[in-house]
């Protein structure tokens, strides 16, 4: 692999449930495929809302329950999209049907094996909305007599055996992807892959972890060398602001990766951090669009910006908790951190922002991580204090510490909002813990000051 991208490469394009939510959304994104030239790959999710219902049921399961009435009734929901969706063809119909049914009905059979609660019990589970996604897609294209091939993704996407959060083998995975989907874009079809799924070595299902689409599609991009990868969304590109706080944010016509990778972790859900990270590391083009405005080029996301320094968005994220640990007087300060760290790693629970000092270390979680046992075994050598109810709101651009007056600013909107935590490790982003309640209105004010008080197109280069 040269981590370049090919400019004769075919392109990926992944769209989200909320693009196939229902059978006039996913008749839409197959007229937006048929349309593309040269064919596309085509990474899909499992239709809105589907992924969910799906982790109920692991949940289910687990507790020693039987699902065979709620796999079922996920198999209805699918009938009932592909009749809608297949009407006019009912030969495609008949043939989708009898997946659907034969997908839904394997998976009764392996569900009645005594390992329920497993994890390999529930990435099988976790895998059924993509395996269906994809087969009514295909059919949609069928039915509009637009040559296209499925490919399972298990076949192209090797991984280990973390069942949950599987990490791909990417050189096994790219000479797959080169044997399995090229020959079908050599023939002009377009390729439909399930997002999120892949294939442990002896052969049993797997899944990439919440979000895992957007990382299928990148790791498809750097191995077929593809010329850009599209994620296609609800929204038109990257925004300035979170809609959720700022009434008028503007569309960000291109963005650096690290901003977008920092957007993503702070707020902006348009794309997978993990993603945004393996993309950039690949080489990757990276364009985010809209699924209902096709027309508009959306977001494009480039190894480097060129334009002048400054802010491009305001993100916030709520529910955050943060976790404030400070060394016990008797103890020795070196290896206080490493402790702290070595705690928050067996517990497996990712940190997003940092401060330090000498005897003690503030750090955010998600509000929904697992906290008890890891705050308790912090308690044997440190005070601990737990603050929920917190959001993360950041300030993210390029330049921040170079640009004279950028921080200066910042902090004179910030003014006399109780902040719990600052935290700039970059010159990409500055961000501040605040109570939930405070951050939209911090948010609506950093944006005024910061990005609607810059003339449109002034962030663009000459």
């Known amino acids: 692999m040269t981590g370049r991208t090919d400019p004769a490469g075919p392109v990926v394009y992944k769209f989200g449930g909320s693009s196939v939510g229902d059978a006039a959304r996913i008749g839409h994104v197959a007229d937006l495929v048929a349309a593309a030239d040269p064919p596309p790959v085509v990474v899909v999710s499992a239709v809105a809302g589907v992924t969910d219902r799906l982790s109920a049921l692991v949940r289910r399961r687990g507790a020693g329950h039987d699902v065979s009435d709620d796999l079922r009734a996920v198999a209805l929901r699918h009938r009932a999209l592909a009749e809608a969706l297949l009407a006019d063809a009912p030969p495609v ?14 998976l009764l059979d392996e569900t009645r094996a005594p390992t329920p609660g497993s994890a390999e019990d529930g990435d099988r589970l976790r895998a059924l909305g993509e395996d269906l996604s994809t087969r009514l897609l295909a059919g949609a294209l069928e039915a509009r007599r637009h040559p296209v091939r499925r490919v399972d993704a298990r076949d192209v996407i090797p991984t280990d055996a973390r069942f949950g959060a599987a990490e791909p083998r990417e050189g096994d995975l790219a000479r797959a992807a080169r044997q399995r989907i090229l020959p079908a874009l050599a023939a002009g079809e377009v390729v439909v892959v399930q997002g999120f799924v892949g294939r442990a070595p002896d052969g049993r299902t797997t899944t990439l972890g919440r979000g895992g ?44 990766y690290e901003e977008a990778v920092e957007l993503a972790y702070f707020g902006a ?8 990270k393996h993309a950039v590391s690949r080489g990757l083009a990276v364009r985010i669009r809209s699924t209902f405005a096709p027309h508009r080029p959306g977001t494009l996301i480039l190894r480097e910006r060129w334009e002048p320094a400054g802010v491009a968005a305001v993100a916030f994220k709520p529910g955050v908790v ?43 979680l998600d509000g929904g991580a697992d906290l008890e046992r890891a705050a308790g075994e912090l308690r044997v050598f440190a005070d601990v204090t737990v603050r929920p109810d917190l959001a993360t709101v950041s300030v993210v651009g390029h330049g921040l510490l170079d640009e004279p007056g950028i921080v200066g600013r910042v902090f004179g909107v910030v003014g006399s909002t109780p902040v719990h935590l600052v ?9 501040f813990v605040v ?4 951050a939209p209105g911090l948010v609506e004010r950093l944006h005024a000051e910061l990005v609607e008080a810059r003339p449109v197109g002034s962030e663009v280069a000459p």
């Open 93 to 106: 119909l008949q043939r989708v049907a009898a997946e659907i049914e034969g997908v839904v009905d394997d």
């Open 213 to 256: 689409s957007d990382w299928t599609a990148s790791l498809l991009g750097a191995a077929l060398e593809a010329r850009e990868v599209h994620i296609w969304t609800d929204v038109d590109g990257i925004l300035s602001g979170d809609p959720r706080a700022v009434t008028a944010p503007r569309g960000l016509d291109r963005i650096g």
């Open 269 to 276: 859900k348009v794309l997978h951090p993990g993603a945004a």
């Open 322 to 364: 943060l976790i404030q640990v400070r060394s016990h007087p008797s103890a020795m300060p070196y290896g206080f951190l490493a402790r702290v760290f070595e705690v928050l790693t067996r517990h497996k629970l990712p940190v997003d922002l940092v401060a330090t000092s000498h005897t003690s270390t503030a750090f955010t």
């Open 423 to 431: 935290s700039q490790a970059s010159d990409v982003s500055l961000s």
């Open 435 to 438: 109570g939930e309640p405070h």
